[in-house]
């Protein structure tokens, strides 16, 4: 790969964490429910999704097949942002976003569950660190968005589903491609926030006052992200996007603090630290 390109992804995986980063904020300023946030995450993106998905059905590709992995890991996702969505709006953006973080760690654990084996002594270790520093964080709080209860319940589950989510992506077959896997893992995310949605009783309130934050997180946050997303994973190692993906963390804290005064004590930066280094390290020390 020339250097121009390399430049390119490098660019394009920096502006997708980063953008990343900026999700808590509108989701906080959003003025509708963290339900509505997630179901437009999902529906916007399709929606613009779906030109290109027309585009590659003409040319022969198989994008409407049924894929149950690709369905199972867009329930993961699913879970994944709506419950990191509700977190959002009653912890700090610190925790919830720790907590998402820890998902490639549990991730590793179900792998070795699955093939029936013992963890690995370095996954478990790296659990047990990434615990240790989650309890720190969770040491720690103010009294409006306090780091127990019901919002470290939301960010726990938020975590799981990212688990599952890189569980399946990791046993997809190779005849499922990069847009019939998109699709369904779009659509799946998208039916799954329609569930609490449905279950609500007023599930549109306010709508019209959030049009355009719900439009951001959708096309910029969900679209225009994914798009980066794979732009930067195909041309750069695992290694180097793992890096440059742990900025998104790096730029929820900023904005926590910044706009909504969610300071850090000292053991709560040591907890940071510690989850940030479990989480990339099995992208950084190799297998033996």
Request: charged share 10%; net charge positive.
């Amino acid at each position: 790969m020339n250097q121009g390109n390399t430049s390119r992804a490098f660019t394009a995986a920096i502006v997708a964490a980063a953008t990343m980063g900026t999700l808590g904020f509108f989701v906080r300023e959003a003025p509708c429910s963290a339900t509505l946030c997630g179901f437009a995450r999902f529906a916007v993106g399709l929606m613009l999704l779906l030109p290109l998905l027309l585009w590659r059905s003409a040319r022969g590709e198989r994008v409407w097949a049924f894929s149950w992995q690709a369905a199972l890991s867009g329930i993961g996702i699913g879970v994944c942002i709506l419950f990191y969505f509700l977190a959002m709006r009653c912890t700090t953006i610190a925790l919830a976003v720790l907590l998402v973080y820890t998902g490639p760690v549990l991730a590793s654990i179900g792998e070795a569950l699955l093939n029936r084996r013992m963890p690995p002594l370095r996954d478990g270790l790296l659990l047990l660190v990434s615990a240790a520093g989650l309890s720190l964080v969770c040491a720690g709080g103010d009294a409006e968005h306090s780091a127990n209860g019901l919002g470290a319940c939301y960010s726990l589950i938020s975590s799981l589903g990212y688990a599952v989510y890189l569980l399946c992506n990791s046993h997809m077959p190779e005849e499922v491609g990069l847009m019939r896997r998109t699709f369904w893992q779009f659509s799946a995310g998208c039916l799954f926030a329609a569930v609490p949605m449905a279950l609500s009783s007023a599930p549109w309130a306010g709508l019209g006052e959030a049009c355009g934050w719900l439009l951001v997180i959708g096309a910029c946050h969900g679209f225009v992200v994914m798009l980066l997303i794979v732009y930067a994973a195909r041309r750069l190692s695992s290694i180097q996007y793992g890096t440059i993906a742990y900025l998104e963390p790096a730029v929820a804290v900023a904005i926590g603090f910044l706009l909504y005064g969610e300071n850090l004590l000292p053991l709560q930066w040591v907890g940071f630290a510690l989850v940030i280094a479990a989480s990339l390290a099995p992208s950084l020390l190799p297998r033996r």
